[in-house]
C-alpha cells in the first residue's frame, strides 16, 4: 500500500515563553526564557526555586467559565493550543467531515492538581465532598475527549501516556493514522501542567530538577556545570493534513512529516540506556521511514534536557547515527528557554522544528558557556542561526525507557 502524504497545516501553543505560536517563537528565536523562581508554589518548600510557568493565561478567552472548571489545567492548556491550531489551519469540521478528523493528545501525568486538591478535599470533608467530576478531571485523555468535544471531530480519539515523550509519539502515531488512510486530518500534540506540590516533591526527591537558584542559568543543557531539569508546563497541538486534502482546500503547509521512531530502552524506569543505544535506534528508524541518508539533516531539535546522563548519551546517539555527519549539523535544545514540559515538550518542540524548516531559522541553546567535553557538537551556542534547512529531526526521550523521533521535511 503507498504511503499517504502527511503536511502540518496549523499551529498552536501555550508555552512558558508566549501564550501563542507567534510569541512564542519570536521569543526562541530571539534567546529570551520563560524560567523564573516559583511563584505557584512556595519555593522554600522545596530545593528546586525555579520553573518555567504559563504566564498571564485566561482560559476564559476560549472557555466558558462553568466549563472551565470542570476541567484541569492540563486540559485548558490542551483545549487553547487545539483551538489556535484549527483556527490557524483555517480547517472547517463540520457533519459532512468529521468522522475523518481525528484528535490524539497526549499528557504525561494529566490532572495531578485535580488529584491533589480533591485529596486534601477529601481528607478534611470525606467522600461526599469530593467533586463528581475528579476523575474526568484527573485522567490524561480528557484533554482529548475534551477537545474532540468542542470542536466535534469524531474520529480516531487516542491519547498517548509516555511520560517525556508523550508529545512526540502522539504526533507520530498520528501521522501514521493519516499515512495509512485512518483519518484526513489529525488534531494533535502533548499538554502538561506538573507544577504541583508532589509532581515537584516527586522529581526533587529522585534529584532530577536543578537545585541552581538563578532562573537565567538554571537550564544548561550540554554545559558541564548542568545540574538537572527546569519543570515547565503548557502545550503544543499541529493540525496534520493528508496533502492532497490540505491543497484541495488551498491550506498553507508549514512543513511535511517524512519519519516517525518509536523504541524502547528495555534497561531502567528513568536512566537512558548506556551511550543512548535506544534513542539512536529511533532516530534511524525515522531516517529509514523517510527513505533518507544520515547525511541529509541538516537539524536536531534536541530532548536536550540539561541533566547529566541524557545530554552525554543522545550527544552519543547522534554521533552512532550520523558518524563524521554529528559534526556538520547543527543541534539546539529549546529546553534552554523553555524548561522542560514533559508529555507537551515534544509537540511544541515539534512546532519549533517545523518553524526551522520554513523560516530558515536555528532556535539557539542558551546558557552553553562552558561546553562539557563529552558534548562537543555544534548546539547553536547562544544566538539563533540563519541557514536554509530541507530536513529537521526532533527527538523525545521519557522514564520508562521511551524514545520518539520525528522527522519534517521543508515543504516547496
Known sequence: MEKRRVVITGLGAVTPVGNDVETSWNNIIQGKSGIGTLTRLNPDDFPA??????????????????????????????????????????????????HRVGVWIGSGIGGMETFENQYDVFLKRGYRRVSPFFVPMMIPDMATGQVSIILGA??????????????????GDAFKVIQRGDADAMVTGGSEAPITKMSLAGFCANTA???????????????KNRDGFVI?????????????????????????????????????????????????RAMKMALDDANITPEEVDYINAHGTSTDYNDKYETAAIK????????????SSTKSMTGHLLGAAGAVEAIFSALSLKEGILPPTVNLVDPDPDCDLDYVPNEAKKRSITYALSNSLGFGGHNATLLFKKYE
Do not use: Q
Not at 478567552?61 to 484541569?72: E, G, I, S, T
Not at 483545549?79 to 491550531?85: D, F, H, T
Not at 493528508?242 to 528495555?266: C, M, P, Q
Open 320 to 331: 552512532a547515527v550520523f558518524g563524521e555527519h554529528a559534526y556538520k549539523l547543527a543541534v
Open 49 to 98: 526555586k525555579v520553573a518555567a510557568e504559563v504566564k498571564d493565561f485566561n482560559v476564559e478567552a476560549y472557555l466558558d467559565r462553568k466549563d472551565a472548571r470542570k476541567m484541569d489545567r492540563f486540559t485548558h492548556y490542551a483545549v487553547a493550543a487545539a483551538i489556535m491550531a484549527v483556527k490557524d489551519a483555517n480547517l472547517i469540521i463540520n457533519e459532512e467531515n468529521s
Open 154 to 171: 469524531r474520529g480516531v480519539n487516542s491519547c498517548t501516556v509516555t511520560a517525556c515523550a508523550t508529545g512526540t509519539n502522539s504526533i
Open 209 to 223: 530538577l536543578s537545585t541552581n537558584p538563578d532562573p537565567n542559568t538554571a537550564s544548561r543543557p550540554f554545559d
Open 232 to 280: 515547565g508546563e503548557g502545550a503544543g497541538v499541529v493540525i496534520l493534513e493528508e496533502l492532497n486534502h490540505a491543497l484541495k482546500r488551498g491550506a498553507k503547509i508549514y512543513a511535511e512529516v517524512v519519519g516517525y521512531g518509536s523504541t524502547g530502552d528495555a534497561y531502567h524506569i528513568t536512566a537512558p540506556a548506556p551511550e543512548g543505544e535506544g534513542g539512536a
